[in-house]
Every structure is written in C-alpha cells, then in structure tokens.
C-alpha cells in the first residue's frame, strides 16, 4: 500500500508505524541478554509514508546506524536494493541516489503489525497498530 | 377546572417576591385553595389551583407589579406541587421554633456581649466564641487535655435539655458564629476525629440558606434554617456533605430574604475515640481512604508503582491526556536549544504532547501505558511501549532526552537512580536530559499574593483549575477524578537539592543547570563520556 503525504517539513507523520530508523536502535532487554541487539523483525504488515527527502538528516544519521542490521532489516521488509553493503570512510557521503534509497528504507516504510524478537531468548514482543510493546512481565524482571 | 398556570413576569429573575403575588391573588383565591411555587432565578412562578376563573385571568393580565406587566398561561404538563419540595441530604432533621422571641433577644444580646469583651482570632469573615474547650482553626479539632475555664452556658443547656427527644448525643463543646448580614462561612465537613456522630446547630436573628454538597456527585441542596430553629446533622449529612453559607445579604429559595444579624450556636461532643464512619474519603481517622506508604522491598516498590501508577494512567489515559494540552516553556525551551537533525528521546510521553515540537529533530517517545501510547501512534507519532526501569534502546543513540514529570511516580530512591542511570545510557557523550519532577515545596516561585495561587501557565502538577497544592510528606497518593470513580496516583514529591543529588551519584554525567520552575525541580545534565 502506498499513499502519498505532501508535507513542507521533514516528520510531520500521520498514523506513523515503527520505522527501522526506531528499530536501529532498539535492542532486547530481556533478563540475562548479553546482547540483545538486534531484535528480529518478522512482520506480516508494511506501509510506505512518503516523507519529505532531507539529505542533510540522512547523512548525520549514517554515522549512528548499525549499518549491516539497517541493510539487513530493509532487504527483509523487500527495500534494501540499492542500499550499499558497506558504508564508505568518506565522511561526506553525498550520492544523492543513495541517500535517497536509504531515506525511503530508514524513514518511509513502516512496519504496522507484526513482531520483534529477542536474538538470545526469542521472546517475542508484538508490534500492534504500528506500537512496539516492549514491556516485561513482572517475572521477567 | 384544574390547572396550572404560569405567571409571567412574576418571577424571583424580576425582583419580585411571593408577598408581592400573594397580595394579588389574595383577592380572587382562598389562600387555602391555591400553592405557588418560584423556580429559581427564573421570570416566572408556577400556580398550583382547582379554582382558576376567568375574573382572576384578566386581573392578572392587567396587573403590573414593580414595573413588570405579568400575563398568564395554562401549562399542559402534568406536574405535581410536591415534586418541588425541599429536598434534603439524608440524616439532616431541623426542628423548628425551639426558643421563644423573647429567649431568642436575650440569648444574642449575651453573646454580643461576650464578644466585646473577648480577643478574636484573625477571622476574616464572622467574630467566634468557644465555651467548653476551644476549637482550633489552624488543625480543624479540639485540644481534650486543655478544657476551657467557661463551660457551655447555663441558659444554653437548659434549653438542649428541652430537645432532649430530638437529640442523641451529650454536647461539651460550644462554638458561637457571629454573622453580619453579608458574612458566611466556606464548605466544610466538620473533623470525623474529634466530634461524634451529631452536629447540632441553633440558628437565631435571621433565616438564612445553608448549601450543602455532596463531594461524590458534586449535587448541591440549599436548605432553608429558619431563625430559632436547630439543625440536627447526622448520618450522611454528618460525615459525608458538605455544608457552608455564601456570603451575600439577600437569599432567595421560596422567596427572597434579607439577612439580619445571625448568631448560631453550634453544640458538638468531643471524643478521643477514632471514627470509624462508613465515609472514609472524608474522614481523617481512616486517612481519607488514601492508601498508607509502606515499601520493605522490590516486589512492593514495583506493586505500588503497578497499581498506582501503570494501572491508573491505563484507565485514565484519555481523560488525563485531555488536561495534558499546554507544553511547558521550559521544556520548549530545551527542545529549541537542541542542534537540527538531533534525535530525541522522550522517557515517559505520555499523550506525546513534546513529540513534534520541533520539525528539524527526531522524537521517539516511550511510555508504560499502551493506552497513552495509542493516543500518542493517533497523533502520528514514533512510540513504544516499556517501562522506564529497563528502556530497550540501544546505548549512546541519542542526542537529548527528556524525563518530564514521570520520576516523581518511582517508589524508592534506589529505583529512581537506577531510571537515572538509564537516561543517562541512552545519551551519546555530549548528549543533554532535561529531568523534570513535583517539588515538595510548592510556592517557591510566589509572592504570597491571591492571585498567583491558581497557577495562570498550567503545569503537571497544577491540574488545570486547580491551585498548587501542600504537601506535608514526600511520599503522597494524589487523587484523579473521572466519571463518578476516584484513582489515586502515588507520587515522591522531591526537596531541594534532591534531584541533583541523585544525579551527582551517577558517574558520567555533570549537571548543567538546577531550576525550580511552577512547583516543579528541574536539572539539565550532560553526558561526559
């Protein structure tokens, strides 16, 4: 499904889902967990918010992201062609093709329904209406 | 034939009073024939006869009273004369005429008396004397170990004795009220401790309407306290309404009154015995029904937080989010201070009403309660559910971090460190978290002038409408009404210098700023590596 949002601003979102800028940096916390970073992404619900393109803000997250988790995830969700294996060292990174293709994998496609699961226990936590609920039990705690 | 007639232009809106349209319908109808009944504050009053004639119709059309033209018209609903008498709270009884005119002179004119001649306390509204034991207005009760040299008066027992069928109890405390016409007193349950289960009220020199309200269903009674009547409050009307009189010179119910000068006599039984009323929120015996505070170890600190915190905000999450639309300046203001494309994390969102403050920055919001996290997803915003204990996110990802209002409702200082230490993870080095919590002491930031209790800039902690509140302890249960059901939230209200000694425990981070700010602590601190 693919519905248009023309916006003046960068993050103005409507019905807005867990997009894997989010899942980047979200990471298991279940007792125990050595590293629980990251969390499997089964979803069985995708859809695309068109956002306004800002090249600046892609290049200042590039250097946060996990990068092979991000290109992971998007071939996963079916947008990761493009996207490079490998970031290049030069800092100014400013192929605007690119930029784009990680633009539209990092913030345009939202996961709606589906779940997040833990890499070393595979509890899984459900993403429902576009909300992670990443709560423990009290008898995980 | 039977019928009701509604006079217009005759109403207690007009300035007319019931003498003023009994006077004209004398005239026409045997007194005994015929009941009028005034809405209040409308133009209009209800005639309630079998006897209508056509003479008394055009008289009435053809009148006019005070410079208003009355006319006349049949109402065709059924309604009954009774259905407009006075009702009550239950357990209030009044018995009338219980002193003669002449008793009612004497018993005034000695207590004016006494008032010449006795200090007052700083009252604004009504001249008080105490006989017995002396009523403390500062603790709303009676000290039992200081009795009083002058005990109830002697003509004033006698004439209890008198009532003796209509009373239960055994007074030994005596508060007379002085009222000037104009003068009232605020609405009050009288203290559950100290005073047994019957208020008794003797009312002499002038009629007057006393409110009552329920503070469950907000319903409000007037009730009409004829001079020389005593009031007897008992049962729910005791321990449970409300009662008080507004201060104005005119009272209007069945008709309009001025007031004249009013003593009453109010006559209590102290007792040392706790109350064990079936009212408990208001009763201070039994703490007004809040739960009490008492945390041995982590499964209680995490079941008060449960059932105080994560459960209310589930159920109260769309009401509380309507009273939660202001942002608060300071939080604007460290949101603008941030560099553009920063990313930010909002611990504990709420309705998510900082999320998006700002185009050019990242929010991603969290909070414990699903319910507001829906509300926060509806507004199109980035949320996950968690708790702020353990936050899944991934260390140093982020830019800023605000805490607004969210660590005031952790139950020991050991758990509040630990959410401390947790923002401070999320923080890249070099990253700022504003933390924002209820102070203890709420009127830091005030001049002590009228007009600055009801906070103008809303706050978490000023509820819109409501003024700051005092807090005797840190550790309190707030109430939150919706609908009829009554939650409470607990909350850990901090002392100065509290907060930022928390944060002075955590070893990388230095404090930027400390403020106190609306009846909040607020710090800034820094990541330093």
């Known amino acids: ?141 | 034939s039977s019928g009701i007639n509604a006079e217009y232009g005759a109403g207690h809106a007009n300035g007319i009073g019931r003498s003023d349209v009994v006077a004209l319908l004398d005239n026409h109808l045997d007194p005994a024939k015929y009941k009028l009944h005034f809405p209040p504050d409308k133009q209009f009053s209800l005639l309630f006869t079998d006897d209508i004639c056509s003479d008394l119709l055009q008289q009435i059309d053809t009148t006019q009273i005070k410079n208003n033209c009355l006319y006349c018209a049949f109402i065709s609903e059924t309604i009954s004369f009774d259905s407009f008498a006075e009702v009550r709270p239950p357990g209030l009884q009044l018995v009338m005429e219980c002193v003669e005119r002449d008793v009612e002179e004497q018993l005034m004119n000695m207590f004016l008396s006494h008032s010449e001649n006795t200090a007052q306390e700083d009252l604004k509204n009504r001249i008080t004397l105490h006989y017995g034991y002396k009523f403390d207005y500062k603790t709303n009760s009676v000290d039992l170990s200081s009795p009083l040299d002058e005990p109830i008066p002697a003509c004033v027992q006698e004439i209890i004795s008198k009532l003796a069928p209509h009373i239960t109890i055994t007074p030994n405390q005596l508060t007379v009220n002085i009222y000037q016409p104009g003068q009232g007193i605020p609405k009050h349950v009288d203290t559950h401790s100290i005073f047994t289960s019957e208020i008794l009220s003797l009312s002499l020199g002038s009629d007057v309407l006393m409110d009552f309200k329920n503070p469950e269903t907000g319903v409000i009674l007037p009730v009409l306290i004829p001079a020389r009547s005593l009031t007897v409050m008992s049962g729910e009307s005791r321990y449970l309404w409300h009662h008080g009189i507004t201060p104005r010179k005119t009272d209007a119910l069945m008709d309009v009154t001025r007031r004249e000068l009013r003593i009453s006599l109010t006559l209590r039984e102290c007792t040392p015995e706790p109350c064990t009323c079936a009212y408990p929120s208001q009763c201070d015996s039994q703490n007004y029904g809040k739960p009490d505070f008492s945390v041995h170890n982590e499964q209680d600190a995490a079941a008060i937080e449960r059932e105080y915190v994560g459960d209310v905000y589930e159920k109260i999450a769309d009401h509380f989010s309507s009273t939660r639309h202001t942002t608060w300046p300071g939080v604007v203001r460290f949101i603008n201070s941030l560099p553009r494309h920063s990313v930010l994390v909002d611990v504990g969102c709420g309705n998510g009403k900082y999320l998006g403050v700002r185009d050019d920055v990242l929010f991603i919001g969290n909070d414990n309660s699903y319910n507001l996290c829906s509300i926060c997803r509806d507004r199109g915003r980035e949320v996950f559910a968690c708790n702020a204990l353990s936050i899944p996110l991934r260390a140093c990802t982020c830019d800023a971090v605000i805490c607004i209002a969210m660590l005031h409702h952790i139950t020991t200082p050991e758990r509040r460190k630990v959410v401390l230490q947790n923002l401070a993870q999320l923080l890249r080095p070099g990253g700022l978290c504003l933390v924002t919590v209820w102070a203890q002491e709420q009127h830091l930031d005030m001049n002590n002038s009228k007009e600055e209790s009801v906070c103008p800039c809303p706050t978490d902690s000023t509820e819109e409408g409501v003024g700051r509140r005092h807090f005797t302890d840190q550790d309190v249960f707030v109430d939150w009404k919706k609908d009829r059901s009554l939650y409470y939230r607990y909350y850990h209200v901090f002392l100065e210098g509290e907060l930022d000694g928390l944060i002075r425990q955590l070893d990388n981070v230095e404090i930027v700023e400390v403020t106190y700010e609306k009846a909040n602590w607020c710090a800034v601190f820094r990541k330093t590596c």
């Open chain 1, 1 to 141: 499904v693919v519905s248009t949002q023309s916006t003046g601003n960068y993050f103005i979102q409507t019905n807005l889902r867990m997009k894997l800028l989010t899942h980047n940096m979200l990471k298991s916390h279940c007792k125990g967990v050595v590293n629980g970073f990251p969390l499997k992404i089964t979803s069985n619900q995708v859809d695309v918010k068109e956002i306004e393109f800002n090249p600046d803000f892609i290049s200042r997250m590039l250097s946060r992201l996990d990068w092979t988790v991000f290109v992971q995830s998007a071939n996963l969700l079916g947008v990761g062609e493009g996207l490079p294996d490998m970031l290049p060292e030069d800092q100014d990174f400013d192929d605007e093709d690119v930029l784009k293709k990680i633009h539209h994998a990092l913030l345009e496609v939202e996961v709606i329904e589906g779940e997040l699961e833990c890499p070393e226990t595979g509890r899984k936590f459900p993403i429902s209406k576009g909300i992670p609920d990443l709560r423990l039990n009290e008898d995980e705690k």
